[in-house]
């Protein structure tokens, strides 16, 4: 059963006792800081210097099934709020955009994510993604691009799904290569050029 790897941190036999210790130590703390206090001991970092506490909370709950450490119960609700989270309807002007892009001021991307413009984000993707809109895991960037002061099209990016077989081969990564560069590589979570606007070559 042990060593175990799980989010790239091999468990041993070993650590097995010394993460039940922290887990006891922070007991009624919850699960959230706990993760962030092994984090912090293991010098567990993501490449923007954030620590890896959700990756640390996926590891405990894997060895929670197992079997081989025992977690206190969750302090909030399993089901994730925000994820599943009513998304407010933000009303815009829906007048037909039809033109060529030569007639029409530049595209401006901005960035939305923990701004007052986020709330238009994520109900224009509710609205008009055939997908809808879900809180991403992780981290994520969101974007609206704007002719004027009109929004146009929404652009959604996720970090890199850890395995994905066709993309490794297409590269040309090995599971170490893969390991240490794939922070480089981002997801397009969504893309979004709202139906009422129609301006060849936008996307």
Known sequence: MLPITIRKRTITAD???PIQATVNEHWSRGRKHISRILCQQWKWFQPNGRLKDMACRELLLT?????????????????NEKRNRCIPVVKIDQIPLQDKMDNLAPVELKPVRNTKLEPLYNSLIQQHHYLGYRQIVGNHLKYIA??????????????????????DTL??????????????VANNTRFLILPWVSVKCLA
């Open 15 to 17: 650590d097995i006792v």
């Open 63 to 79: 060895l929670s099934r197992m079997g081989l450490i025992t977690l206190p119960p969750r302090i909030n609700n399993a089901n």
């Open 146 to 167: 704007f002719i004027g002061n009109r929004p146009v099209a929404c652009l959604g990016w996720g970090s890199a799904a850890w395995k994905v077989k066709s993309r």
């Open 171 to 184: 590269i040309g990564w090995d599971a170490k290569t893969r390991a240490n560069n794939l922070h480089l």
